[in-house]
């Protein structure tokens, strides 16, 4: 999942403007933009949406992640579909070596 957010530098590290939906511990990469970098970002891409060269894209923010309750059973799910191991079929789809 990629999320844009606001954050501000104090006394050597980032503190976010507003609660991170992460779990203890996670790991992310962090892409530093200056506020000033990015209000011209948005002003470009708000210029090439007007002029018809791109479309801002669809965003489905309204539902929360799933659990991890609710990812074990999908994950469940799925396996129970397919038939052939996903490593079988890498090796049947490569051929004779």
């Given at each position: 999942?990629?999320?844009?957010?606001?954050?501000?530098?104090?006394?050597?590290?980032?503190h976010p403007v507003a609660p991170l939906n992460l779990p203890e511990h996670q790991r992310v990469q962090i892409q530093i933009v200056r506020e000033e970098s990015q209000k011209t970002i948005e002003q470009?891409?708000?210029?090439?949406?007007?002029i018809g060269r791109i479309s801002p894209p669809q965003r489905?923010?309204?539902?929360?992640?799933?659990?991890?309750e609710e990812r074990?059973?999908?994950?469940?799910?799925?396996?129970?579909?397919?038939?052939?191991?996903l490593s079988q079929t890498i090796?049947?789809?490569?051929?004779?070596?």
């Open positions: 999942m990629s999320q844009v957010i606001t954050a501000v530098y104090e006394h050597g590290a980032l470009t891409l708000e210029w090439l949406t007007s489905n923010n309204d539902k929360p992640p799933c659990s991890d074990a059973e999908l994950a469940h799910e799925l396996g129970k579909a397919v038939s052939t191991p090796l049947d789809d490569r051929g004779e070596l």
